[in-house]
Every structure is written in structure tokens, then in C-alpha cells.
């Protein structure tokens, strides 16, 4: 299993932006499909973004479509999230995820990745 380190989370005011990164040890990510997820407390971790092995396709949450954008960097073997716009309710702690997987195909089920990175907390105040 490829080894996920997060970063780029922090303390920001609602309308603001933050870009996260995930960058993988040991391993390349060209062999993978990527996600985004995050989990507020007392809730169940939720999917928010998905990019396909090669980046052709991504998908979105209906709460961050328009505002998120997820990416993939293979010379930087780095996958990002830009956040725009934050609001309070995007509050959580943010995971990415990885699965081998050499297709088009994008991935929104925790139960679909098998390597998790340990998670990057965003918080936004009002």
C-alpha cells in the first residue's frame, strides 16, 4: 500500500481559501485513482472529490461542487484540493485515499480506497 501524507489544513474565516495537498511515499501515484473525504465530529466521513488514474475525470459532493477543485501533479506525485469559498460547515478533518485502479473510472465509496492517509483538519469560523 502506497503511504498518503496530507497538508495544508488550517484556522480560516468563511470565504476563504485553502489548498490541500496529498503526497505519497514510497510509491507513485500514477497507479492510482484518488479521493477526497472529510469528517466533522459525530459524523460519518463523507466523500468530497474524486480524480481518475490519469486525471481524465473527476467528480464532486453536491455540498463543494463549484467550489472545490481536486488535481493531480505526477511529476510532483501530489494530488491537491483547492478549496474556495469556505464555509463553516466545510469544518472537518480532511483524508485522501487511494486505489489501484487503471481506469476512467472515479471513485465515491470510503469503502472503495484501501490507503488512507492520517488527515489534515480544516476549520473555518464565521
Known amino acids: 500500500q502506497v503511504q498518503l501524507i496530507e497538508s495544508g489544513g488550517g484556522l480560516v474565516q468563511a470565504g476563504d481559501s485553502l489548498r490541500l495537498s496529498c503526497a505519497a511515499s514510497?510509491?507513485?501515484?500514477?497507479?492510482?485513482?484518488m479521493g477526497w473525504f472529510r469528517q466533522a465530529p459525530g459524523k460519518e466521513r463523507e466523500f468530497v472529490a474524486a480524480?481518475?488514474?490519469?486525471?481524465?475525470?473527476?467528480d464532486y459532493a453536491d455540498s463543494v461542487k463549484g467550489r472545490f477543485t481536486i488535481s493531480r501533479d505526477s511529476i510532483k506525485n501530489t494530488v491537491y484540493l483547492q478549496m474556495n469559498s469556505l464555509k463553516p460547515e466545510d469544518t472537518a478533518v480532511y483524508y485522501c485515499a487511494a486505489k489501484t485502479a487503471k481506469t476512467t473510472v472515479t471513485y465515491t465509496t470510503t469503502f472503495a480506497y484501501a490507503s488512507w492517509g492520517q488527515g489534515t483538519q480544516v476549520t473555518v469560523s464565521s
Open positions: 514510497g510509491r507513485t501515484l500514477s497507479d492510482y485513482a
Open positions: 480524480i481518475s488514474w490519469r486525471g481524465g475525470r473527476t
